[in-house]
């Protein structure tokens, strides 16, 4: 059931349901294997410093806003969009917020492996959503991963717990090693 904009502002009350059950469709097996990549790098993180249902609330509601902005700034209206990257892009945005001295391994054509400053990865990442969004590049929601972002960046703010930690957390701890 992917989320039709247009259909949506003609119906939002009943063409609501796609907002979410857009987000467990996905175009190809590709699209799934990638979002399930980057959930997998940087979810567990952000889950752990939010807490689950935080972590819960900011992937649905970075979802929601990630569709919405692809609603606002699509030529074409008619056409659905599947997918969980707006809402994963939700995550690193988050991630990004909370964890932007965190090093992410990364693999770089053609075959190296190496480890980034993820404020670095994710900074390229969203210039390449910018470049492609204005540029109008057919296929990918460009301006969903940029809405999802923004709001992760937003809502992990928002969410992040209140406290002081006395040591660094256990998830973190790796950094003193290196």
């Not at 294997?33 to 935080?54: D, I, T």
């Not at 709001?151 to 998830?171: C, D, E, F, T």
């Amino acid at each position: 059931m992917g989320f039709v904009p247009s259909a949506f502002f003609e119906d939002p009350l009943g063409q609501g349901y796609r907002l979410l059950s857009s987000m467990f469709v996905h175009g190809s097996l590709g699209h799934l294997l990638s979002n399930m990549w980057f959930l997998w790098v940087f979810g567990p993180a952000l889950e752990s410093r939010l807490s689950s249902w935080r972590y819960f609330g900011l992937y649905i509601l970075a979802g929601i806003a990630a569709a919405m902005t692809q609603a606002f700034f699509t030529s074409e209206p008619t056409v659905p969009m599947v997918g969980a990257s707006g809402a994963i892009a939700g995550v690193t945005g988050g991630y990004l917020l909370l964890f932007a001295d965190a090093y992410v391994l990364t693999w770089l054509f053609p075959a190296f492996w190496v480890w980034l400053p993820a404020s670095l990865y994710l900074g390229y990442w969203a210039a390449i959503q910018i470049i492609n969004a204005l540029l109008g590049m057919p296929g990918v929601a460009w301006w969903a991963h940029l809405g999802g972002f923004a709001a992760g960046m937003l809502l992990a703010y928002w969410g992040k717990p209140r406290r002081n930690y006395k040591s660094a957390p256990v998830w973190e701890s790796w950094y003193y090693f290196r």
